[in-house]
């Protein structure tokens, strides 16, 4: 069996960087394969803040899952698709980062959460989980981030507060603890 290797992820290493189209800015908490640019990269985990209406990046070959961290949320227009209302409640919205995308915020700035994945190669997954005290969560094999959105908590004896992220690598389908009051987005990130 393989020995997952975990990294904590602090808030404040996140990397900021401007929009591919200039129009914002982006907190990049992990990219695949590191250094990879934005033409290049397999999978991506970043955080976006939106202050203004108008159109999403193109990615060639991505597919991308959004989710709302801050803010009454959006409401996205995705060519060939009914226009998706996407708040705090929402579950997180899955669809292809090459459709032409434009946004109009509900009422003022948000901050989303986009994973992505290039198509063909990798395939993922987000999921929001509430803990109130104990539990256990499964870690899939592959590569999968635990993101601590609010509240704190502990995850195989490491503390997460607000902003931080858990980044499990080759790890297997096994069960660990996490204990805490917080709010958490799972991420699992899977070859094909």
Not at 68 to 96: H, N, V, Y
Not at 126 to 137: N, W
Request: aromatic fraction near 6%; glycine fraction near 10%; include cysteine.
């Amino acid at each position: 069996m393989t020995t997952p290797k975990i990294t904590l992820l602090r808030s404040d290493s996140h990397r900021r960087m401007p929009w591919k189209n200039g129009g914002g800015e982006t907190v990049e908490i992990a990219i695949s394969p590191e250094g990879a640019g934005l033409a290049d990269f397999d999978w991506r985990v970043s955080m976006a803040t939106v202050a203004t209406d108008g159109p999403f990046s193109v990615f060639p070959g991505i597919d991308r899952t959004l989710s709302i961290l801050e803010g009454e949320g959006m409401i996205l227009f995705i060519e060939g698709r009914a226009p998706d209302r996407l708040t705090q409640a929402s579950e997180p919205l899955s669809f292809a980062a090459d459709a032409p995308t434009s946004a109009t915020l509900i009422d003022g700035t948000i901050t989303d959460l986009n994973v992505m994945t290039r198509r063909g190669r990798f395939t993922h997954s987000v999921r929001r989980v509430a803990i109130d005290g104990h539990k256990e969560i499964t870690f899939q094999s592959g590569t999968t981030f635990v993101l601590c959105h609010r509240g704190s908590a502990e995850v195989d004896g490491m503390a997460l507060a607000a902003g931080d992220c858990l980044l499990i690598s080759n790890g297997g389908a096994e069960r660990h603890p996490i204990s805490g009051k917080a709010q958490l987005f799972y991420i699992a990130i899977a070859a094909i």
